[in-house]
């Protein structure tokens, strides 16, 4: 007996339905980081603003005396210093004010300042001629510790120091931090003079100067 052998053709169809066959790749992500330093300077600023003084009308053997202020702003990081020195044409270590005939002087009987304690002396009423001025304690209204303790612990007779305007720059008042405030500086100026001093109109003048220390 013959065996039939009958081939058969099978089609597979593959039928996807609503969707499609897709590959998955795996992505790793990668992070890194990097600090970043900003740097800034901010530059130092400062203003000066200084009052003129009128001493009152006065009689020889009787000071008078007139106060004025400086008043420094400054973004400084380290305080300011405040300086002073005579500017009147032709004065001398010794002279500061002359008369309105460009001639006469009053003499100033007073140590010029040096920055040292010993040149600021006690006022002594009736015996000490000229102009002197001094920085005013903080009990006289000073808005800032000065370092410098030249002029007197306070404003008794006894205390108070004066000088005479120096010739150079001096420092007569040091804030030595940062003050974000306008600093205000109270100057005391006193005159008396000699029963033989000219009579009439005097001037002076002296400048002033800020820096950050």
Excluded at 2 to 26: C, E, Q, Y
Excluded at 74 to 81: I, L
Excluded at 147 to 163: H, I, M, Q, S
Aim: contains cysteine.
């Amino acid at each position: 007996m013959k065996t039939s052998i009958k081939n058969f053709s099978v089609a597979i169809v593959l039928v996807v339905l609503g969707g499609i066959f897709a590959t998955t790749v795996m992505v790793r992500a990668f992070a890194d980081n990097k600090p970043v330093t900003i740097t800034a300077t901010i530059l130092e600023t400062l203003t000066l603003a200084c009052n003129n003084a009128s001493i009152s009308n006065l009689t020889a053997g009787t000071p008078q005396s007139a106060q004025a202020t400086c008043t420094v702003t400054t973004n400084g990081q380290n305080g300011f210093n405040l300086k002073v020195h005579k500017t009147t044409a032709s004065s001398t270590a010794t002279t500061t004010m002359v008369h309105s005939d460009n001639t006469t002087w009053i003499t100033d009987a007073l140590t010029g300042y040096t920055g040292l304690p010993a040149s600021a002396l006690a006022w002594t009423a009736g015996t000490t001629k000229g102009l002197g001025f001094r920085v005013r304690s903080v009990a006289g209204g000073t808005t800032n510790t000065n370092t410098n303790t030249d002029w007197g612990a306070d404003e008794t007779a006894l205390n108070a120091k004066y000088a005479a305007f120096p010739v150079a720059d001096q420092t007569i008042y040091n804030y030595a931090s940062y003050y974000a405030a306008a600093a205000t500086v109270n100057i005391d100026y006193k005159l008396d003079v000699p029963t033989t001093q000219k009579s009439g109109a005097y001037t002076g003048t002296v400048q002033y100067t800020a820096t950050t220390n």
